[in-house]
């Protein structure tokens, strides 16, 4: 397995988006702003999902990766570090998901 982490991800999102390149997809949908981004997002994951029930593990292992650079780009335009989001899992960990589901804010 390779070094390569959602954190190495994310510091290939924040340099692609801040670069000069004009043929960075990263920087073009970022630049977008967070609509596009979150769309691209809910898109992505409705493939994974289609993917998942199709049977398909390669299809699945495909539209998963998509999802998670989408992730990684609607949580840099967000602000939000792969750090913030880790965090707040570690913080869930010690309650079943049940307790920690009823304890969040309803909206």
Request: one cysteine or more; aromatic letters at 4%; charged letters at 20%.
């Given at each position: 397995m390779?070094?390569?982490?959602?954190?190495?991800l994310e510091t290939i999102i924040a340099t692609r988006a801040t670069s000069d390149d004009e043929k960075s997809y990263t920087r073009?949908?970022?630049?977008?702003?967070?609509?596009?981004?979150?769309?691209k997002l809910g898109e992505e994951g409705v493939e994974?999902?289609?993917a998942a029930v199709s049977g398909d593990r390669a299809h699945l292992v495909a539209e998963a990766a998509d999802v998670l650079y989408h992730l990684l780009v609607v949580l840099r335009v967000g602000g939000v570090t792969v750090d913030?989001?880790?965090s707040e899992l570690a913080g869930r960990t010690g309650r079943t998901g049940l307790e920690e589901k009823a304890a969040r804010p309803r909206d």
């Open positions: 390779s070094d390569f982490t959602l954190s190495t073009k949908l970022t630049a977008k702003g967070m609509q596009a981004c979150a769309k994974a999902a289609l913030d989001v880790m």
